[in-house]
């Protein structure tokens, strides 16, 4: 099955790590993962959040530079939930990771901007424009709270990995200083 060869899983990475058996079929994973998905709504809210924030990040940290940027924060992502649940047999797939290191440097650079954000209250919904530092900020720690859920009931409860996205948000907040382009006066 393609997902369990190009997507990343965690227990074959580290048993071909341990065992110093590293080829293509062991690194190339780290940037295949990227690239799948684990079905159309996975793709498309990838994809909604990579354009909202991923094209100003990018506008600051110029082309090449973001590209490095968006692989560093995909391997740091998949490396954190690899360390947190190096036993797992379930493929990691999606750009999610790598997404979440976009957002960590969004929420530097862009702290007041505002995220339109579509709130549900009862059977109602409200549309409210949040600063980005309060809309990324309790995104991030629902990341924590699930992640620290997965943890007492295991890496495959629920198929998302939670740790990938707090790995690739403080691998974002880490990068951004280095790689965003420098203001001449």
Do not use: C
């Amino acid at each position: 099955m393609l997902v369990f060869h190009l997507g990343l899983v965690p227990v074959n990475f580290v048993d071909d790590i341990q065992q110093m058996q590293i080829s293509l079929g062991t690194i190339l994973p780290l940037f295949s993962s990227m690239f799948l998905h684990g079905g159309w709504m996975h793709l498309i809210g990838n994809m909604l959040f990579l354009y909202i924030f991923g094209d100003n990040v990018e506008d600051r940290f110029g082309h090449l530079k973001y590209l490095v940027f968006y692989f560093i924060a995909g391997i740091t992502a998949a490396a954190t939930q690899i360390y947190m649940f190096p036993n797992s047999e379930v493929p990691m797939v999606g750009a999610s990771g790598a997404i979440a290191g976009v957002l960590g440097a969004y929420v530097f650079m862009f702290p007041t901007a505002k995220v339109l954000t579509l709130i549900p209250i009862f059977f109602f919904f409200q549309l409210i424009e949040l600063p980005a530092f309060l809309f990324l900020g309790i995104w991030f720690l629902m990341q924590i709270l699930s992640g620290m859920f997965t943890l007492g009931i295991g890496a495959d409860a629920g198929g998302v990995a939670w740790w990938a996205h707090i790995g690739g948000f403080v691998a974002g907040i880490v990068l951004f200083p280095f790689l965003r382009k420098r203001r001449w006066r």
